[in-house]
């Protein structure tokens, strides 16, 4: 298959003005629809986004490290100052040049919500004027912590809802793709399907040409009526529309195909349908096991519980008493010269400062805000267990629907096969006078739609059998999981 596929894309590099042939499987079609579909494309872009956002809050748990500077900073202007031989405030000019530099690590903390940080500043001024002079100033470290009491802890909940989505998205992209093989197997049986009413209508014109030479030499002896006779013209005459509009369809059809797969469509396809039957039956437990665990609507549900929650706690915690806290101790010095403020005897210094914010007065904000958060997390909880519901009873419907495409399938064929074999013989009897047009007719309407009927089931199955597939994100013939391959998928960009 693999070296078909190398022809087939070959192919695909032709100018317009060249011309081949190839013989397309329904596994053939499967896999270009993987290498070359415009969907699949799209889709990897869209998962790009969501894995770019994933990076994006994981990044939030890694320390953080940030450089601020301020080279140079001039002042000449008036400023109050106080006098302390006069005892009054005065308003004097001063002129400075000033800079600073400050690194800052920073490390967020997911339980607590709460920021360890270690910093370091270096500091510089000089003054002009009379009294001109230049002075450092260096905190070679600072430690501390900042934390807010009682309040939303954001982190805590990201650290729930962040890595589910992300599971949700490659989930999701792993049922786009198995879409994309629902869609290639539409498009692969109604070419055929089309090209199947072509060979009928094709078949049917040479048969109908065929005993209406003989109704004309039985007409003359008086064995079929007028009326027989105009019958199998119009019957003739129907094949040939019939025919005209199949070759329609199957170039509307074939074009279909060839531009889902992004080929040209000047080539000429070989339609082989698939006949095997990968897998007879499924167990309708498993099917249901596998479409709860890997199936993105459940994560989605999920996703919906922790988020209301997450409002409720959010809206909960800002009805109520909350504080912050800022801890801090490091070393400083301030002195004339840039080594001096790095050598020993430093100065020790602590810090910790305690913010309260307690509503008072808000009108019932906060309270409507927290009632409303509760309402539409009771909804969620309703809406989702519902829809848990369904989803479980269409699993197990969809399973059981699968487990009798097989008995169809083979039902089909032996329709198929009798009724052409019926009809053959109603021709036969036709040439000897022992069967009539209506007869005849009759017994080519009832082989016509056994072979369609036949065409249709095979379709079903497949339908059946990627929907499955695209329900439990399992591979059913191999017996595993489709599992989400990112290196390839991001080397592939």
């Known amino acids: 298959m693999k070296l078909k596929i190398i022809i087939i894309l070959f192919l695909h590099q032709l100018t317009c003005f060249s011309q081949g042939s190839i013989r397309l499987t329904l596994d053939d079609a499967l896999e270009l629809a993987r290498e070359q579909s415009l969907q699949s494309f799209l889709n990897t872009h869209y998962y790009m986004a969501d894995y770019w956002a994933y990076r994006s809050y994981r990044a939030n748990y890694l320390p953080s490290v940030t450089l601020r500077a301020n080279p140079v900073s001039y002042s000449n202007a008036s400023r109050l100052r106080y006098n302390s031989l006069s005892q009054t405030d005065e308003f004097i000019r001063t002129e400075n040049l000033s800079s600073d530099l400050n690194l800052n690590i920073s490390q967020r903390v997911a339980a607590t919500g709460g920021t360890f940080f270690v910093q370091s500043e270096l500091g510089r001024i000089e003054n002009f004027g009379e009294n001109s002079y230049t002075q450092y100033s260096s905190v070679p470290f600072r430690i501390g912590y900042s934390q807010q009491l009682f309040g939303f802890n954001a982190m805590k909940w990201q650290s729930k809802i962040e890595p589910l989505k992300f599971e949700k998205a490659k989930q999701e992209y792993l049922q786009s793709v198995e879409e994309m093989h629902l869609t290639t197997v539409r498009h692969f049986f109604a070419l055929i399907r089309v090209s199947i009413q072509m060979e009928i209508a094709r078949s049917n014109m040479e048969n109908t040409k065929n005993l209406l030479q003989v109704a004309h030499r039985r007409f003359e002896l008086g064995t079929v009526s007028r009326e027989e006779l105009l019958d199998l013209r119009l019957s003739e005459n129907n094949a040939a529309i019939t025919l005209q509009e199949a070759n329609l369809n199957y170039r509307e059809a074939k074009e279909n195909l060839l531009n889902f797969l992004m080929l040209p469509v000047n080539i000429e396809l070989e339609i082989d349908l698939p006949r095997h039957i990968p897998v007879h039956e499924v167990d309708v437990q498993l099917v249901l096991e596998k479409a709860l665990k890997n199936n993105p609507e459940i994560l989605q549900m999920e996703q919906s519980i922790l988020e209301n929650s997450r409002n409720v706690e959010q809206a909960r915690t ?3 008493f909350q504080a912050d806290v ?9 002195d004339g010269t840039l080594s001096n403020v790095y050598s020993p005897e430093f100065d020790n210094y602590q810090q910790i400062s305690v913010g309260i914010n307690i509503p008072i007065l808000d009108w019932g904000r906060s309270k ?19 829809s848990l519901q369904q989803f479980e009873q269409s699993a197990i419907t969809r399973a ?41 007719t009759s017994s080519q309407a009832a082989k016509d739609n056994a072979r369609l009927q036949y065409i249709n089931a095979i379709n079903d199955y497949w339908q059946s059998y ?13 017996g595993e999981e489709i599992v989400f ?9």
């Open 400 to 440: 059981i629907a699968f487990n009798i495409q097989k008995s169809r399938v083979a039902s089909a064929a032996l329709s198929d096969t009798l009724a052409t074999e019926s009809y053959e013989l109603t021709m036969t009897r036709f040439s000897t006078g022992q069967a009539d047009v209506l007869r005849l």
């Open 326 to 334: 800022n801890m801090s101790y490091g070393m400083s010095k301030n």
């Open 368 to 386: 409507g805000q927290y009632q409303m958060a509760r309402s539409r997390q009771q909804v969620a909880e309703i809406a989702n267990q519902q």
């Open 466 to 478: 990627f929907y499955l597939r695209r329900l439990t994100l399992y591979d059913f013939e191999k």
């Open 318 to 320: 800002a009805r109520h």
């Open 485 to 493: 391959d990112e290196d390839k998928l991001m080397n592939g960009r």
